[in-house]
């Protein structure tokens, strides 16, 4: 469900025609409906509306301090993976104690930081994160709340990049291992046991591994109970996948009473820390056709958006649907690679697609690009980064202005001219 739609062949972001952004902002921008983003939060709270839960959005899906803010206007908490995340989400006006941090490689001033602003949790990933994460809780004069992440051996079917759950993962603990951290956690006088927590992968397209993911963790809960440690929230992670084209996806209908279900049977509060499905199809890549060219065996059209703005076709060969912003009913349909200007042949938005014949200087939208699009972009080939807008209604905001040329090397130095020389002359 999203608030991207056509009026009398126009694309519109809610009221706004797409055109009327192009001319204002310039392209390629990313650009969000504010209704589509609260519309999806509200979605994911509602279906689990059996327990008492906390959905913490993850940062890392889309971290625009807008898109934060929205959230956090709304309840939302947060999963974060880095200071800079943590530092958005206060900046953004979230709430510390809706804040759980994830992530593999925590710095020892990472751990502290988010210790001493009051955040609900540390996901901890190992037994050397743990020990570390107590020595810097001692060092501040506090008690460390920790959940450990634990891999519960599931197999998520989703593409391997973004598969986390599988016993080759470098994510998290295995259940055997957690028992004794856990133990160990529980007798240190500077870690709090809050939870337990785990994340099986992403775009994940199917119930089962979810539900059976969440049944192995309970299973760990309940024997850590028994021995007296106790546990008051279970985290499950993000994962839920959207629709790129037309392929089924979980409802959150159909997920959320399961999960809450689980968790209000064994009176634990529940966290989720979902991205792609509240950001995905809250935001599309505007791009416009720069020129096309034909060779004896392929036809391209080539746009302004590239591999640096939208990595994911060149990533995980992931699809992403491509729409002309003025429709054109009676247009011829031709198979074409839809390339950026970047030098590389994996810049590609699209591969072999069959669309409508597209003309230079039209503009088209990239569709589903919400959530890890902006946020994976880069500046490679020392491309701009592209401008970010909200639309709400008929009105939008330009919440990052797309990058100047001198951001391209801010921060960077030459070497001293003697230097210089007196190398090169010896
Ligand atoms: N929690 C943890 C610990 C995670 O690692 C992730 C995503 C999430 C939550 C959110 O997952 P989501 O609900 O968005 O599936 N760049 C890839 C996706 C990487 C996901 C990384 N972790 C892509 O573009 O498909």
């Not at 939060?41 to 929205?70: M, W």
């Not at 947060?78 to 759980?100: M, N, T």
Request: charged fraction near 25%; proline fraction near 5%.
């Amino acid at each position: 469900m999203h608030h991207f739609h056509s009026t009398n062949g126009i694309l519109h972001a809610e009221g706004v025609p797409l055109p009327r952004l192009a001319a204002e902002v310039g392209t390629p921008t990313y650009v969000y409906s504010r209704a589509t983003f609260e519309r999806h939060y509200r979605v994911i709270d509602q279906a689990l509306a059996g327990v008492e839960h906390t959905v913490c959005y993850s940062v890392k899906a889309n971290p625009n301090l807008a898109v934060l803010q929205l959230l956090a206007s709304l309840g939302s908490g947060f999963d974060i993976v880095s200071v800079g995340e943590l530092r958005r989400v206060l900046l953004a006006g979230g709430d510390p104690r809706k804040i759980v941090f994830s992530g593999v490689g925590k710095r020892d001033d990472e751990i502290a930081a988010a210790l001493s602003v009051g955040i609900y949790c540390l996901n901890v990933e190992s037994a050397e994160e743990l020990a570390r994460t107590e020595a810097v809780a001692r060092r501040l004069g506090t008690r460390a709340p920790i959940a450990l992440r634990v891999n519960p051996e599931v197999d998520a079917q989703t593409h391997a990049y973004i598969s986390t759950g599988l016993k080759t993962s470098k994510f998290g603990v295995t259940m055997a291992e957690a028992r004794d951290l856990y133990r160990r956690a529980a007798a240190s006088p500077h870690l709090r046991v809050v939870g337990v927590d785990s994340h099986i992968g992403s775009q994940i397209l199917q119930l089962d591994p979810m539900i059976e993911a969440v049944a192995r963790v309970l299973d760990l809960v309940e024997l850590l109970r028994a021995e007296g440690i106790p546990f008051e929230s279970l985290d499950i992670g993000g994962g839920l996948g959207i629709a790129y084209r037309d392929e089924p996806t979980v409802s959150p209908f159909e997920w959320g009473p399961t999960v809450a279900d689980l968790a209000r049977r064994h009176g634990l509060h529940l966290l989720t820390e979902p991205g792609r499905v509240i950001a995905g199809n809250a935001g599309l890549l505007l791009t416009r056709v720069l020129g096309t060219k034909r060779n004896d065996s392929k036809s391209f059209v080539i746009v302004d958006a590239a591999m640096n703005d939208l990595i994911r076709p060149a990533l995980y060969s992931a699809h992403h649907s491509l729409v002309p912003v003025l429709e054109a009913p009676d247009r011829r349909i031709a198979k074409v690679d839809v390339v950026g200007p970047v030098c590389e042949s994996g810049d590609f938005l699209a591969r072999d697609r069959d669309l409508p014949e597209l003309r230079t200087g039209e503009l088209i939208a990239v569709l589903g690009c919400g959530a890890y699009g902006q946020s994976m972009a880069s500046n490679y080939n020392s491309r701009t980064r592209a401008a970010e807008v909200m639309v709400h209604g008929d009105t939008h905001t330009v919440v990052r202005a797309r990058e100047t040329l001198d951001d391209l090397w801010r921060g960077e130095a030459m070497l001293q001219p003697q230097a210089l020389w007196a190398e090169s002359d010896a």
